[in-house]
């Protein structure tokens, strides 16, 4: 529960957060995390579809320092191959980057990630 306060009060000071809704934008994608009233779940709309797997959490991440990171999955039609999406907000910085990499079906790396900035909107 402690987290999820602070997901709360770290996404208030991106000033992307109006009631339990953050948007933001990666490259060419609109997203939209939707939180319940608990905060103990969330959704993520990419570009007006729901992705899956949403999760948050609270960690160092790299030399982002600490973090509040929402990760989540976008399949292929048929299935298989996906992109995961790993969303980084640092703690100390407005910076936003969001990590691709896409994965096969056994969850292992195809390719090199792809870094974007992302901007809250």
């Known amino acids: 529960m ?3 306060a602070l997901l709360f009060l770290v996404f208030m000071s991106y000033g992307v957060l109006a009631a339990p ?8 994608n609109n997203f939209v995390m939707y939180v319940n009233a608990s905060m ?30 929402i990760t989540f999955d976008v399949w292929g ?7 995961h999406y790993t969303t980084v907000f640092p703690n100390d910085s407005k ?17 090199d990630a792809i870094h974007k900035a992302c901007t809250g909107m």
């Open 95 to 111: 910076t936003i980057k969001q990590i691709v990499q896409i994965l096969d079906a056994d969850d292992r790396p195809r390719g």
């Open 77 to 83: 039609e048929n299935g298989g191959m996906h992109n």
């Open 2 to 4: 402690k987290r999820l």
């Open 21 to 28: 809704v953050l948007r933001f934008k990666c490259g060419d």
């Open 40 to 69: 103990t779940k969330q959704a993520v709309i990419m570009n007006d579809q729901l992705t899956e797997n949403s999760a948050t959490d609270q960690y160092p991440y790299g030399d982002l320092g600490d973090s509040v990171v």
